[in-house]
């Protein structure tokens, strides 16, 4: 491995790796990181500034001001994408994060927040098992918005403190593909001393036995750099092979000990929520619109028979991930749907991202986008055509009624704070007979005057109200107890 101050342009774009911050150590494991430099990898970190930075997020401090502190590393992480992708060296479909340690938490949060990001990097990450941060409750929080990405999991697995690691059960029902690389020899805190967090360094004198380093921990650590590079080829660059270092044709790996390493590919869950324990088969699929590329999710139940569906769509500015628990109850009452990004929303950004406020190409157009994929839904063979629904949030709200006075009509609707339902829309609640369900948070003061409306006017539309001021798909987050009751009311009216 060899750096070069201010080396030249690559001539081609390459996959991008962001370190995920954290506190009081080194951003980065900067041994991994040249190797991952010198094998076709832009690698980038950042130094965290804010209130906090040289303290540890499980330091005496409040949940509160932990939730304060990780959500400022995502907030981070995130603008450094968006300028990182606009190096001339960086592949932007192609991005990964990885995490060390207890940065394993922000990281996490990121790629839920974060479509583009394809690929998670955990090492000696222990948010999957038990969190620093108890607010964070993962496997909730994982089935209101999934991990879309692939992961790739190391671990010391060594007994530290007398505990053992043991693959977490979530593993096998990730959506994406997901890989373990554990490593017996090792316990938990030999990464950290073999990068450089040298005691002495960091003013610390007693040293916890299971933090000594040593040849086998050497090895170790060989192994697992070589082993984060072959992953991360399979996954970014679809290497041959099955992702462990022992297929890798162009690393020398003389000396590198592989016994004793153990190698697991888990999942992907096929759609298994974490908590609910319910199959059902969730795939990715496209959809043309204009010149659009519209991403979405596909819930197929169990059952082969036709049945009915459900289309779900996306608020301004946010994207079809929060409807995934949602699926999942539909999917428990043999109710299939589609949920989708709408044009410059989400992954649906071939050719402009939504700005809010600004007219751009992504700007319009949404209700040839809803049309779109009602006519795509209707077309599949396990959809009943004359039993779909359609969920609308906040702007989409407006648009599915528009489509349906276009000729696509719904069997019933369900709104979450439709701040731009028109008065035509409302009117037509109880024209056509089509059953709404109209939900929003009694603190969004704007949508009062809809409520109100809705309410004078309408002797069909239910109108709930919950606490707080969550907006639009915000509401099924803040109580997720709403997507088993939206998914009871639609089966009432769709038919099971």
Do not use: C
Not at 304 to 317: C, E, I, Y
Not at 353 to 376: C, I, M, Q, S, Y
């Amino acid at each position: 491995m060899l750096a070069v101050r201010d080396a030249g342009s690559l001539g081609e774009r390459v996959p991008l790796i962001l370190w995920s911050t954290r506190h009081a150590t080194p951003a980065a494991q900067s041994v991994m990181s040249e190797l991952l430099a010198s094998h076709g990898y832009v690698v980038a970190w950042m130094r965290y500034a804010g209130r906090d930075s040289l303290s540890p997020p499980f330091d005496n401090v409040s949940p509160q001001r932990k939730a304060e502190i990780i959500d400022a590393h995502v907030a981070d992480m995130q603008a450094a994408i968006r300028r990182l992708v606009m190096h001339p060296a960086v592949d932007s479909t192609r991005i990964g994060v990885a995490a060390w340690s207890y940065s394993g938490e922000p990281a996490t949060l990121l790629v839920q927040r974060t479509a583009r990001v394809r690929a998670l990097v955990s090492l000696s990450s222990s948010v999957f098992t038990w969190p620093y941060r108890p607010t964070l409750n993962v496997t909730a929080s994982l089935d209101s918005v999934p991990l879309r990405a692939d992961v790739i999991l190391l671990e010391e697995t060594g007994a530290s403190r007398g505990r053992v690691r043991e693959a977490p059960v979530m593993l096998d029902r990730l959506p994406g593909k997901t890989f373990r690389v554990a490593f017996p020899a090792l316990a938990h805190g030999n990464f950290n001393v073999l990068e450089g967090l040298i005691p002495e360094l960091i003013g610390v004198t007693a040293v916890q036995p299971w933090s000594q380093s040593g040849p086998g921990a050497r090895g170790g650590y060989q192994t697992a750099v070589l082993s984060v590079l072959a992953l991360l080829d399979k996954v970014l660059k679809g290497a041959p092979g099955d992702g462990s270092i022992g297929t890798m044709p162009d690393v020398r790996r003389s000396g590198v000990p592989t016994t004793g390493v153990s190698f697991v590919r888990h999942g992907p869950g096929r759609g298994v929520a974490v908590t609910m324990e319910t199959s059902f088969v969730d795939d990715s699929v496209e959809i043309a619109s204009d010149a659009w590329r519209l991403v979405g999710n596909v819930v197929r139940p169990a059952s082969t028979a036709r049945g009915p569906a459900v289309l779900m769509l996306t608020k301004a500015n946010g994207d079809r991930r929060v409807y995934a628990r949602l699926a999942g109850e539909l999917a428990r009452r043999g109710i299939g749907s589609l949920r989708i990004d709408l044009r410059g929303h989400g992954e649906s950004t071939n050719l402009a991202t939504f700005v809010p406020g600004l007219d751009n190409a992504a700007a319009g157009g949404e209700r040839r986008d809803v049309a779109a994929a009602l006519r795509w839904l209707r077309a599949r063979e396990f959809v009943d055509s004359t039993r779909i629904a359609v969920i609308g949030a906040s702007y989409s709200a407006e648009a599915m009624a528009d489509v349906a006075r276009g000729g696509h009509p719904a069997r019933a609707y369900v709104a979450l704070s439709p701040g731009s339902l028109s008065e035509r829309t409302i009117a037509d609640i109880d024209g056509v007979g089509v059953p709404w369900s109209i939900i929003v948070s009694r603190n969004e003061r704007f949508l009062r005057g809809v409520v109100a409306i809705v309410r004078e006017r309408s002797r069909t539309a239910v109108v709930t109200e919950v606490d707080g001021n969550a907006h639009a798909t915000d509401i099924l987050v803040a109580h997720p107890a709403l997507n088993a009751s939206i998914a009871e009311w639609l089966a009432t009216r769709l038919g099971r």
